[in-house]
């Protein structure tokens, strides 16, 4: 059994690779590597698979969930600029992938590790992302 | 190759163990065990998977799925009070989990076993749940 | 200029005019006058016409009005039986377009007057109305 | 008759009022003034008003609306820091209302006069704005 | 007050003036006057606009609404070829603009006529039109 | 980890076996055997399954994806009628399951043989169809 909850973030972003000149940046990443920065309403659900709980009739309380990941991730990073404010992504470059491995990293310990965890990410309506820690 | 149809119903309910003291439900449960229930707008999306028959270039006839699947679920459910007018649910929570696992019982029986199935259910945009029978 | 926020309550209700016999509210409301209740995942949306204030860009603080809007709609309706235990409904019918109504008169005292109002209200993706207080 | 285009672009803003002190800022715009900006996927709507034109069944031709809607807003802003790259923010807090004056004033001169122009706006799913030129 | 319901139908179509040479239609239409026709999954919403029935606490019952929409509009137009096999577009364009007018003129006799209505038609997520019978 | 790229393209269709009788194909296939077409707002997303590059942050770079998606599929597809104008559909049924995979095979040769990939596709907001190659 697999549940699932929803939630988001307004942030600011850049790809950016500090190794590399600012032409190379340009060359490669375009318009998203532009220096001061553009935005996205992130979209993120968080999926936890696990047995049934025949006393709740839940695999894990959402309620609970929720207070996590509000606490972990959209206290963290909503209306932030991902690149300059959050120390998640000092040496990491902020591409959707990399935002949800962060994600993951950060929810893991708050989840019983007899659960499985994933997280997929929408940075747009068109564009996303799902990792599941492997 | 997986094919999915997607249908609703909105019925009301609370997620209440009788087991338990109603002090104790209101404690876990919180607000999902107001007496005198709620309700949502349950969306589910039904999942077969199995191989394409090559004259009709179809895994399952999806005319004849949607029919079951009003037939088995959305007349059962629909406008109705999961706690007291359905007797899936006499000794079962109707917590998402649990209503995912009734509507794959129900339609289980009416779908070719060499073919997989799975429901995904959403109570709301941000809550969800899927089962595979497993 | 308008400004529209958009708010969710999930709640139970049923179509039932006390003034008739159970037989004429079945035969007129059909399902939805179903006894034992049944819910929807509730969307509204409230808008708000007037000016822009130069100083902030804003025709009205957003954060202030989901504020009002959470105390005065959601807190009041989300996750209870809107026939039995809110007493806005007792005495009128909570169809779509009374909902829409109630939530207009909780929340005309708290905006400005100089400020247009007006609710619209989801009960269904397919199912909506709109009112402006006339 | 009316007819309505859809497009999209992703931006950073902070709402920053620079008459006021930095204190003042945060107090009015709370973590919308965060100092180093956060983003939005922005989503808008141009609707067009007027008689339809018998030879064509058209209003207008959405195919032409969509290329200066493209050219005018969408190249303009897509990927942009609106407080520090637009030229067109120079002046005016970059709030949502604000923005969409801004688009309304950018597209104006490139339809016809005879048809009326409006904008619909959405920052977030729940936070949407609407001008009509008055 | 108003209140809103929502259909879809699945139709082909082409733009076309029987009046223009081929060449000319190609001109100016473009792709959408490919000769063999495409086709889309048109979504529409019916507004009704007028008292609420004190009653009932309806401005005009949805179950019976729905059945007038679904007998006139969509039992006419789902799985057609809007330009082959629908007699209401012999003379006309079936244009989104024209494709509401033809629904708002197929259901107007079946409202009553003391109350307003209107027809929005998406037919696509970005392209929509909305007439209002004037 | 999983990258998606959503896109969408409109076309007519009709689902009919050549090898069998008109009546036949009536029959199975109903309303979706029309002869004269009826059409979809086909929306379809590509999932590409592969470790991140750690110089860039991206499992495949989504710019080059959505090129290749738009030369390879909406350029081929859209404001087409699969039947008649899609050579790829000369002997295939343009059913939802077999559009998935024409377009599977269509990408295939363009994404690194080290990624996975599958297509989903959605025919309807009800129905669709998910296909990995095997």
């Not at 968080?46 to 991730?73: A, H, M, S």
């Not at 990073?77 to 990293?105: G, Q, R, T, Y």
């Not at 019983?112 to 994933?118: A, F, H, P, T």
């Amino acid at each position: 059994m697999r549940v699932y909850r929803r939630e988001t973030f307004n942030a600011a972003h850049r790809i950016y690779n500090p190794k590399w000149s600012d032409e190379k940046n340009s060359d490669v990443f375009g318009k998203c590597s532009n220096p001061n920065y553009h935005g996205h309403n992130y979209k993120f659900e968080i999926c936890i698979e696990g047995p049934i709980n025949q006393e709740t009739g839940y695999v894990i309380d959402l309620k609970e969930l929720k207070k996590v990941i509000q606490d972990e991730v959209c206290e963290r990073f909503d209306h932030k600029n991902l690149n300059m404010d959050c120390v998640e992504f000092a040496n990491i470059i902020p591409s959707a992938e990399n935002i949800s491995i962060v994600i993951w990293n950060l929810l893991r310990p708050h989840v019983n590790m007899d659960l499985k965890m994933s997280v997929k990410l929408w940075e747009t309506e068109k564009n996303s992302v799902e990792y599941d820690g492997k």
